[in-house]
């Protein structure tokens, strides 16, 4: 019996959405991969909904990594790191854009090394969720200086 015919017979639950990502988080009675852990993405720092699930704390290395899914859509405000970050993009499509500049589109695979004090964003295409690991060296000098959201006009001008 194919998975298809499990999941029409009700035998097996049917894959959520991306949409009820979050819900799955606190039944702990699926297989959801969601990992324990994962917050919501600060309101005041995030337009739209973000997921973040820390994987490594800052000791012994003073570096952070964090796996970050933004819902498509979404998207951090403009900010910079102390000192400074790397993005590995994991699933999806979305966008990193530094001040000035114009939006690079990332795919899986794609990696973004940003110095420090450099003013950008980050976060899903429209059309598509976004998850990327976000490394953060140098911890003990700051993680993040935040800034003004992305407007609309700003975002959609990513899209080209
Ligand atoms: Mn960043």
Redesign the pocket.
Known sequence: MTLLMHVLLGSIPAPRSGSNYPSTMSDSTNSSPTPAGTKRGPAEYFSGTAWVTMLAGGNPTDCTVADVTFEPGCR?NW?S?PAG?I?VVTAGRGFYQEKGQPAQLLRVGDTVS?APGVV?W?GAAADSIFTHL?INPNVKQGV?DWLQPVTDEEYRSAHG
Do not use: E
Request: hydrophobic share 30%; charged share 0%; aromatic share 0%.
């Open positions: 951090n900010h790191h970050q993005l940003i950008h980050h976000a993040s």
